[in-house]
């Protein structure tokens, strides 16, 4: 018998020898600033759990409340017979969070954007699209089958060429961005882009997993650059600062009714459990009472980053606590990030395809809980094996 998934298996060996598989880390216990990772104890830097959420008492206790009082699974999609009243205020808390008319919660970031870009555009619009956007973004936009135009990374100029190029042509036009972006941690001027679209009368769509919790207060990128009435579309996720799991959208109540009743990924998928529902109102509650914890992760970050520079280190673009320590040098990134992980410190290498050749990194993602021991103990790695290796 002939093997019919040989030409898959090759495709996986030459990823292998390439060095692009994905090695598994295992985490002995719960996420924080620090964790027992394969056995050990270590100093975690590569997590999205930025506000340190992901094992707080209070979100395990809302989730085993609701565990009591709803059990565990939903027993059907939010759109038939698993909603709650649970998420109803979670809708609400979203819509109070992202100081938007309404709120939509997904299964996940990922199914928000791929669920609400493939009905919100379709064929005879424009999408014009980042160069760096998410690949869930990607993935919204070839299913909505409307055109696509890449714009420069960050580059107003050429956004503002391209809407010229295409505002005549097309009915409906939607500029979409990722918010903060993942592997630079450098931030879209929402401003800019606002006012460019009402120019040209272009709907807007942010992505902003990595700003809740972070910009705006922890409200995200909309109240950081007061534009949050004015952006169309805010997508965000519970998966990052905010310590769960689940996706959210927010806007005015018609835009956000449209999209409950069309999008695929909320129709046809399965409501998450309640007790995850509960969780997530007890996040966003905490972010909105304790400005101190945001204000802790600033803190860690500024200083992190400010130390990274004066070593020599090349920090890109970062405005965020996305940190990345760009070296340029497939080799030489993992062999500095092996070092670091022998040392106590879990951050793993990114190298291409996940960047473009040559901006080879370590992505350090800050925790508001990382003390300032913690700090100076991977900074003085940093500088030590940095040194050794020739980077810096
Ligand atoms: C993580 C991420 C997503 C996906 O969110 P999930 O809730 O983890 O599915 C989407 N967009 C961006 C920019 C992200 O960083």
Redesign the pocket.
Known sequence: MTDKTKHLKEKLREMQERGEVWELRRLNGPTGPRAIVEGREMIVFAS?NYLNLAGDPRLREAAIEAIKKYGWGAGSDWSIAGYTDLQDELHKKIAEFKKTEAGLAFQ??????IGTIAKIVGRGDVVLSDELN?G??IDGIRLSRADKVIYKHLDMGDLEDKLRQVHDKYEHILIVT?GVF?MDGDVAPMDEIVKLADEYGAMTYV?D??GEGVLGGGRGIGVEFGVEDKIDFQMG????ALGS???MLAGDAETIEYVRNTARTWLLSAAYPPAVTAANIKSLEIVLSEPERVKRLWDNTKYFKKEMESMGYNTGNSQTPIVPAIVGDTKKVRELAHRLFEEGIFVLPIVFPMVPRGTERIRNQINADHTREDLDKVLEAYERIGKELGII
């Open positions: 999205n996940t970031g990922l199914t928000t954007n998410h869930s973004i990722d993942s992505d997993a990595h996720t519970f998966s990052k799991v689940g996706g």
